[in-house]
Nanobody
Framework: QVELVESGGGLVQAGGSLRLSCAGS????????MGWFRQAPGKERESVAA????????YYADYVKGRFTISRDKAKNTVYLQMSSLEPEDTAVYFC???????????????WGQGTQVTVSS
C-alpha cells in the first residue's frame, strides 16, 4: 500500500515558477515509479512527467519539456515537480501517482494523491 500527499500548489503569474512536492509512505513506495498528472477544468486528466523507481529514467510530455523537471529524493520519500516558465495553459489540479513506468504511461497508476491546485494568471 502507498499513500501520497501533494503540496506546493498555488497562484503564480505567467512566467513564474512553482515546485510541487509529493510525500509518499508505505512499504512499497521506494519500489514504485512516480509520476505527475494534471487535469484542467472540462478536460481529461493528462500525463505530465514520470520517474523510474531507481531515478534512472524520466519521461516528460511534449507540452512541458524544457520547462518542468521531475526529481526524487529517496531518503525523504518525496518526489518533486519543478515548474518554470509557467503559462496560463498549465492551470490545473496536479496529481501525484505511483505505479510502474508502464502503468503510468497508460494513465493507470496503482495509487493517486488527492491533488493540488496550480493557477497561472496571465
Amino acid at each position: 500500500q502507498v499513500e501520497l500527499v501533494e503540496s506546493g500548489g498555488g497562484l503564480v503569474q505567467a512566467g513564474g515558477s512553482l515546485r510541487l512536492s509529493c510525500a509518499g509512505s508505505g512499504r512499497d513506495f521506494s519500489t514504485n515509479a512516480m509520476g505527475w498528472f494534471r487535469q484542467a477544468p472540462g478536460k481529461e486528466r493528462e500525463s505530465v512527467a514520470a520517474i523510474s523507481w531507481n531515478n534512472v529514467s524520466t519521461y516528460y510530455a511534449d507540452y512541458v519539456k524544457g520547462r518542468f523537471t521531475i526529481s526524487r529524493d529517496k531518503a525523504k520519500n518525496t518526489v518533486y515537480l519543478q515548474m518554470s516558465s509557467l503559462e496560463p495553459e498549465d492551470t490545473a489540479v496536479y496529481f501525484c501517482a505511483a505505479g510502474s513506468m508502464r502503468t503510468l504511461s497508460i494513465g493507470a497508476p496503482d495509487y493517486w494523491g488527492q491533488g493540488t491546485q496550480v493557477t497561472v494568471s496571465s
